[in-house]
């Protein structure tokens, strides 16, 4: 990254020396700044032990690991952040050491230098006060743990310039967080909902209503998680808990204030004593009730004060607390009806109102409205970000909605020249949601597939054929229908964390958004077969080599350059690019799918060829859905035959057939339950 190359961490501890790691793992250089070199220590061990966990389960390799472990360095001067890009602290929560910490750092650090605060319950402004560069002070809230909760809350504070907003938001992506902007208010956006949630948990056991083993399992069925508040809070610290409680009781009323056993526990500074006697089931709805109640009634408050949207409160509770629903969505799923009057009884009961964003829902009797697809006009330029990124951005009805509905009015838009397609967070488009087609098929409902994709093939029909440049960023996966819309795209941008693939017949399919027929329109069919029979992957370099990708940039300046390019009148597109020479590295595999070799390729004996490449690929091909390798096939030899239009419509014409194959739904199911599927060509 090169605009913000070398980051600044105050505090070794648990949050500290995991922002060092992301930092590192993401090719930063740091400078771990503590008091002493015991702590230091102590820092790096934690960062060693963390890296060495993440090479056990192949997240990372060896060198990968190594590289990052190199690129920390400790010092206790703290003198020597003095030239470093920016500096988070992650020191104790307490305002007076912040602040102090802050003033320390303004005379010492150069002039364009960012102070970022990990602070969990405080103001950013409050903080920036100390400094005389209040425009250059921003909030960057972690979750824990750092390096592998890909949370991030941005928060600027009241003098925080948008140059340094852009910046930190730069350093989000760089770093691979998932980012929601959030207001600065105490406690910003998921502490607000998340500490009264763990607080009326407390409060159910203080009231009898149930014991510990059952509050935890209710949590746990209710909202999707792997432990219940209890346990949560034996892991993070009961102290942690109760400091931001009593915060928030200052700052917000009674009702955020921390119930009684919740002090007493802090006080005794031991962990909660989980039990072990079975959950009572009859007491599990009544429990449920309780925390979605406080839930509903502070996520309906924050949308009101403006503290977040609900659609980033909905991310921050899926990707930062790991719950299976956002409020909003649990809301809708519950019936706002319903949802609304558990939020009155936990109202009534702590004596504060609703809000009238609430009431008014309920007044509506509607679900809530959630966005997935966000547009943003800037000088003449429609972005439009698919913004459902702890999905890997994956399209199902509403996100193809909305993704027409936006590009419909970029594309209508006297004032828009030109439209950039992106994806928020790790990924483009990872696909199409594969809960979505098994829930179809389940139920005996392949029209609706059908359905949802003759609208996106009408989407990327409409990409394809739009007068205005249509660039799409590629800076993540994009796998499926995802690389079906970079297809439609009149130009690809991509970064160095860019990839392709179609791993459609890997899970008994085939690329149903135009995947048979653009693909060999654009790289020709031995490689369009080598892609989708085999499910070769292709980094960015490799795609930009073969031609589906147009340029490569850095990966902090991706917006800039589409940017730059959307107004470029010799802008490269698909349309008027030279064709490249087939790099040497696929040159001889896509050899094997030319229309005279491709039998013997596909046949089960290819396995068994003496030639090794021969037989690696056929090996590779055996594992996949024999069914859809041979439709696919097919498909693509046929629809080189036809127009577009025709090509596309054969593609569509097949769907119901290979939808309905036990194979696709044994494929498909295979992804959920994270497993290898077994076909039987069925």
């Not at 892609?531 to 080599?545: I, R, T, W």
């Amino acid at each position: 990254m090169s605009k913000l190359g070398v980051i600044g961490i105050v505090g070794a501890g648990n949050m500290g020396s995991g922002i060092a790691q992301k930092a590192a793992q993401s090719r930063m250089k740091v400078v771990l700044v503590d008091l002493n070199e015991q702590l230091l220590q102590k820092g790096l061990e934690s960062i060693k032990k963390s890296l060495t966990e993440a090479v056990e389960k192949k997240i990372l390799s060896q060198d990968d690991a190594g590289r990052a472990l190199s690129s920390v360095v400790t010092t206790t001067h703290i003198e020597d952040l003095r030239d470093v890009d920016m500096v988070i602290e992650a020191v104790y929560e307490d305002i007076a050491v912040k602040q102090d910490l802050f003033r320390k750092l303004d005379s010492i650090c150069h002039p364009r230098t960012i102070l970022a605060t990990n602070t969990s319950s405080f103001r950013v402004t409050d903080i920036a006060s100390a400094t005389k560069r209040p425009d250059r002070c921003v909030g960057l809230h972690f979750f824990y743990h750092p390096a592998k909760n890909r949370l991030l809350e941005l928060v600027p504070g009241g003098k925080t310039s948008a140059e340094t907003m852009s910046l930190a938001k730069a350093f989000s992506g760089a770093i691979g967080k998932t980012d929601i902007a959030v207001k600065d208010e105490y406690g910003f956006a998921v502490n607000r909902f998340f500490v009264p949630w763990l607080n009326e948990a407390v409060r159910v056991l203080e009231e009898g209503v149930a014991d510990i083993p059952t509050i935890d399992e209710a949590a746990k069925k209710g909202f999707g998680i792997g432990m219940g508040p209890f346990l949560l809070m034996n892991v993070t610290g009961v102290p942690i808990a109760f400091h931001t409680a009593s915060t928030f009781g200052k700052s917000f009323g009674p009702f955020y204030a921390p119930a009684r056993l919740l002090r007493e526990q802090a006080d005794k500074k031991t962990a909660w004593d989980l039990g072990t006697q079975a959950p009572d089931p009859s007491r599990l709805g009544a429990v449920q009730d309780r925390l979605f109640g406080a839930v509903f009634l502070v996520a309906a408050a924050l949308v009101a004060e403006g503290v977040a949207s609900k659609e980033d409160i909905d991310r921050g509770a899926r990707v930062g607390l790991r719950w299976s629903q956002g409020p909003f969505e649990m809301m809708n799923a519950m019936g706002v009806q319903k949802a609304v009057s558990l939020a009155r009884e936990t109202a009534k009961k702590h004596n504060v109102k609703i809000s009238e964003l609430l009431a008014g829902q309920e007044r509506m009797g509607i679900p809530w409205h959630l966005r997935f697809v966000d547009m943003d006009i800037k000088d003449g330029i429609a972005f439009i970000t698919v913004n459902r990124p702890d999905a890997l951005n994956a399209l199902n009805e509403d996100v193809i909605t909305q993704l027409g509905e936006a590009f419909s009015e970029a594309e209508s838009s006297s004032s828009v020249s030109a439209i950039i397609l992106r994806g928020a967070g790790k990924a483009f488009v990872a696909g199409a949601d594969i809960a979505f087609f098994v829930r179809a098929i389940e139920d005996k409902d392949l029209d609706r597939i059908v359905r949802m994709t003759m609208r996106g093939h009408d989407l990327l029909r409409r990409i394809d054929t739009c007068k205005k440049p249509v660039l799409a960023v590629l800076n993540g996966v994009a796998l499926g229908g995802g690389a079906e819309l970079l297809l439609a795209a009149d130009t690809v941008v991509a970064t160095d964390r860019g990839s392709i693939a179609f791993p459609e017949t890997g899970i008994g399919i085939y690329p149903g958004l135009g995947g048979t027929q653009r693909l060999p329109r654009i790289v020709g069919k031995p490689l369009a077969k080598l892609l989708v029979l085999a499910g070769e992957a292709l980094n960015a370099d490799a795609a930009h080599a073969v031609g589906l990708v147009e340029y490569l940039c850095p990966i902090d300046d991706a917006d800039a350059t589409a940017t730059k390019l959307a107004k470029s009148p010799t802008l490269v597109t698909k349309a008027n690019r030279k064709p490249a020479a087939m790099p040497e590295q696929f040159k001889r595999s896509a050899d094997l799918f030319a229309d005279d070799r491709v039998a013997a390729l596909l046949s089960p004996d290819a396995a068994k060829s003496a030639d090794p490449l021969l037989a690696k690929i056929g090996k590779r091909i055996s594992f996949r859905a024999p069914i859809a390798v041979k439709l696919a096939n097919q498909l693509i030899d046929d629809g080189a035959k036809l127009s577009l239009d025709e090509a596309l419509r054969l593609e569509l014409d097949n769907l119901t057939y290979i939808f309905s194959t036990k194979d696709a739904h044994e494929g498909l199911k295979s992804v959920l339950e994270r497993r290898r599927p077994v076909f039987k060509g069925g």
